[in-house]
Nanobody, 117 residues
Framework: QVQLVESGGGLVQAGGSLRLSCAAS?????????MGWYRQAPGKQRDLVASISAGSITSYGDSVKGRFTISRDNAKNTVYLQMNSLKPEDTAVYYC??????????WGQGTQVTVSS
């Protein structure tokens, strides 16, 4: 079974924090796949914002560098995204997936993050 379930989003004021979680099926989260958090704002394309390799090497987009932290727990088949100092421009639906990403039919529902000014 191929499944990704994101959670942890919500409404937060600018400057606040949220922690997103992504539970992946073992078939996806096999300890060997690089994983990433993507986001899609209304009317915009889906972009990769953070990634973590199988060896836990991390990488971030310029817009979130220094504010977001990605981590993984291989024992729990889970990827996390700690988001601090949130800005209104971080408002988007956040998804997790492998890197490179799986085909569209294997994407989860995502979790909405809304940051108010």
């Amino acid at each position: 079974q191929v499944q990704l379930v994101e959670s942890g989003g919500g409404l937060v004021q600018a400057g606040g924090s949220l922690r997103l979680s992504c539970a992946a099926s073992r078939r996806i989260f096999n300890g060997r796949n690089a994983m990433g958090w993507y986001r899609q704002a209304p009317g915009k394309q889906r972009d990769l914002v953070a990634s973590i390799s199988a060896g836990s090497i991390t990488s971030y987009g310029d817009s979130v560098k220094g504010r977001f932290t990605i981590s993984r727990d291989n024992a729990k088949n889970t990827v996390y995204l700690q988001m601090n100092s949130l800005k209104p421009e971080d408002t988007a639906v956040y998804y997790c997936n492998t890197i490179p990403a799986l085909p569209q039919q294997y994407w989860g529902q995502g979790t909405q993050v809304t940051v108010s000014s």
